[in-house]
């Protein structure tokens, strides 16, 4: 299994262009989610998804859409980049979306400048 | 509200001498608690997890935690650095998210500690 796979590796846009960021698993997990890791802050979740066709908005959506056609796939996209969209993107998937027990696999990340 | 304190940026330690890096956490109800580690331009890595019983957890690479109740914390332990662990470790501790449509949990992140072991 390749686990959790992510493109581009890195990537610069100019401000209020738009991207997608692409993320995509193997291990037929249920649950994925987005976040962004920024110095001293963590990570947060921008979005998340419990099965295909069902996504939702974590705590920092804005300025991110996502969508889940497929189990394997999901995308994240940039409608209008700007400079506070700077940041390390980092993909992840378990199993299912509930249970304490459940570890999340992460994607080796995306790193975005905006500039 | 739940969160996870990592109150130290940096940790330094000789090769071969142990190594702590702390983590404190405040939830309500059980806490689960999960560490992972980020090696330079790489994605993050489970190391383990406590979600019950033993309040030691071992995990991957030699490494350890001891879960303390009492005192709300989730400290990582190797007996005898590598350099090779040099990297940044994250602690975080799953969260309740209930949200409009979807009752869901997500992992809420400590600010992570780098760890730096010198031969």
């Known amino acids: 299994n390749a686990g959790v796979t992510q493109t581009p590796k890195f990537q610069v846009l100019k401000t209020g262009q738009s991207m997608t960021l692409q993320c995509a698993q193997d291990?037929?997990?249920?649950?994925m989610s987005w976040y962004r890791q920024d110095p001293g802050m963590g990570l947060r979740l921008i979005h998340y998804?419990?099965?295909?066709?069902?996504?939702d908005q974590g705590e920092v959506p804005n300025g991110y859409n996502v969508s889940r056609s497929t189990t394997e796939d999901f995308p994240l996209r940039l409608l209008s980049a700007a400079p506070s969209q700077t940041s390390v993107y980092f993909c992840?998937?378990?199993?299912?979306?509930?249970?304490?027990?459940?570890?999340?696999?992460f994607g080796p990340g995306t790193r975005l400048l905006v500039l | 509200a739940q969160s996870v304190a990592q109150p130290e940026d940096q940790v330094n330690v000789a090769e071969g001498n142990p190594l702590t890096v702390k983590c404190t956490y405040s939830?309500?109800?059980?806490?689960?608690l999960f560490w992972y580690v980020q090696y330079p331009n790489r994605g993050l890595q489970f190391l383990l997890k406590?979600?019950?019983?033993?309040?030691l957890v071992k995990g991957s690479y030699g490494f350890e935690a001891e879960f303390n109740k009492s005192q709300t914390s989730f400290h990582l332990k190797k007996p005898s650095a590598l350099v090779s662990d040099s990297a940044l470790y994250f602690c975080?501790?799953?969260?309740?998210?209930?949200?409009?449509?979807?009752?869901?949990?997500?992992?809420?992140f400590g600010t992570g500690t780098r760890l730096q072991v010198f031969p």
């Open positions: 992840a998937s378990s199993r299912t979306s509930g249970g304490p027990g459940e570890t999340q696999y």
């Open positions: 406590y979600i019950t019983g033993d309040n």
């Open positions: 939830v309500s109800g059980n806490p689960y």
């Open positions: 291990m037929n997990h249920e649950y």
């Open positions: 975080a501790v799953r969260g309740e998210w209930v949200l409009r449509a979807y009752n869901t949990d997500k992992l809420i």
């Open positions: 998804s419990v099965g295909a066709g069902i996504t």
